[in-house]
């Protein structure tokens, strides 16, 4: 009888990595995550994650497939197809591209040719980069006109994308954000893309588990296109998706694949069916009002707390601080609140007179915490935190109390899916 080939498991056969993976998975759990776009994602998405369906090459779609084996796997695309078709009420679903970039990319590719105008928010008003800024790819290859925000309230001037729209002609109107923290107005992007005879395309990359939960208004039906990240609200693993109206169907597969990419990430489509599943429940709605509420207590209390915020507050899971008023930068801040304990990312605020890699504000958002189940007493709390150590980023001693106030409450409240109590 041959015998079993020796398959350790990580900790053997890769000491150091598994170490650098217990590491983060101590630190996720003994610290406050408040970047926006970070959540935490179930035991049962990161299961699917990390499964065996790694090892299958699948290129093409389910039931036309140029490789052979493909009986499970087929079932297990259909299945994430049919779960997100269902959550958000869509024609069309396509589960293979590897993020939100490649997302936005296979749009580009769907509708336009090199040279053609397209238009999105400018990435220092709070829009993403593959909405055509200039240092992406989307703004070498298509000719970008970016639309603002007003510099009184700094909210999205729908005057000014009217106007652009008109003199531009966009083939693609993109409405999304990164970080703009108001509710988004489909309908008005909408008559202004009908208007030029653009398709409007709503990247709902950071609030599609809101837009889920109706916390936010749905683009579907809206626009033509919708794109997404599958992490984020959405809480599954790091993949994306495109929704689209059925005459859309062909071209958007067709520029997912062959047009930029090979074998679709079988176990990430896995994880996106499960992370689908889950979001179909009656709890999720709850959750993702609750990230809401959470971000409005946290923006009231940085606001009773001295701190000045983009738009005055927020409609959404993020707020944006600008920290001129203080005189600290945001870069400062940032850090300082991370050896805090409080992890939150240095972001441009509109107009800003800094340089993005030093610029003025912090971003900060609710779904991770949401997730743990802190609710707005904790929120109070972390608002009072963040405040402190703005007004004192170099006291190391403030820094120390509060990493251990941090801790205590990360103790009380444990994340999913890391195996930590």
């Not at 603002?148 to 106007?163: F, M």
């Not at 062909?250 to 990430?265: M, N, R, T, W």
């Amino acid at each position: 009888m041959a015998s079993t080939p020796f398959d350790p498991p990580l900790a053997i056969r890769d000491p150091d990595m598994a170490r650098l993976i217990d590491d983060e998975r101590v630190r996720q759990h003994q610290k406050l995550r408040m970047i926006p776009s970070e959540n935490y994602a179930s035991r049962a998405v990161l299961e699917a994650t990390g499964s065996v369906l790694n090892n299958k090459y699948s290129e093409g779609y389910a039931g036309k497939r140029y490789y052979e084996g493909q009986q499970i796997i087929d079932v297990v695309e259909r299945l994430a197809i049919d779960r997100v078709k269902a959550l958000f009420g869509v024609d069309h679903v396509n589960v293979q591209p590897y993020s939100g970039s490649p997302a936005n990319l296979a749009v580009y590719l769907a509708f336009c040719n090199p040279g053609d105008v397209v238009m999105g928010m400018g990435l220092p008003a709070g829009g993403h980069l593959t909405h055509g800024w200039s240092v992406s790819i989307t703004g070498k290859y298509f000719r970008s006109v970016a639309y603002g925000v007003r510099r009184d309230d700094h909210r999205i001037d729908l005057d000014e994308v009217r106007r652009l729209a008109r003199e531009s002609k966009p083939k693609i109107l993109w409405v999304g954000a990164t970080a703009y923290p108001r509710t988004l107005d489909y309908a008005a992007f909408a008559e202004i893309a009908r208007e030029v005879g653009a398709v409007l395309c709503a990247d709902i990359a950071h609030i599609s588990g809101l837009v889920i939960g109706r916390a936010h208004p749905s683009p579907v039906g809206l626009a033509e296109v919708v794109t997404s990240t599958t992490h984020k609200t959405f809480r599954g693993p790091r993949g994306g998706m495109i929704l689209c109206d059925a005459k859309h169907a062909s071209a958007i597969d067709k520029a997912v694949f062959p047009g930029l990419q090979g074998g679709p990430h079988n176990s990430n489509t896995a994880a996106i069916a499960v992370a689908a599943h889950e979001a179909a429940q009656p709890e999720f709605g709850a959750y993702a009002h609750q990230v809401v509420a959470n971000a409005k207590t946290l923006a009231e209390g940085l606001v009773a707390r001295g701190l000045s915020l983009v738009t005055g507050g927020t409609d959404n899971h993020l707020v944006l601080a600008d920290l001129s008023p203080k005189g600290v930068p945001g870069k400062v801040a940032a850090r300082a609140l991370d050896r805090a304990g409080v992890v939150v990312n240095y972001n441009s605020v509109p107009f800003d007179t800094r340089k993005p890699f030093d610029p003025s504000g912090i971003r900060l958002g609710t779904p991770a915490l949401t997730t743990r189940g802190m609710r707005e007493a904790e929120m109070s709390r972390v608002a009072e935190w963040i405040a402190r150590i703005v007004d004192h980023p170099e006291d190391e001693a403030t820094i120390e109390r509060t990493r251990g106030e941090v801790a205590e409450v990360c103790a009380s409240f444990p994340a999913p899916g890391l195996g930590l109590d």
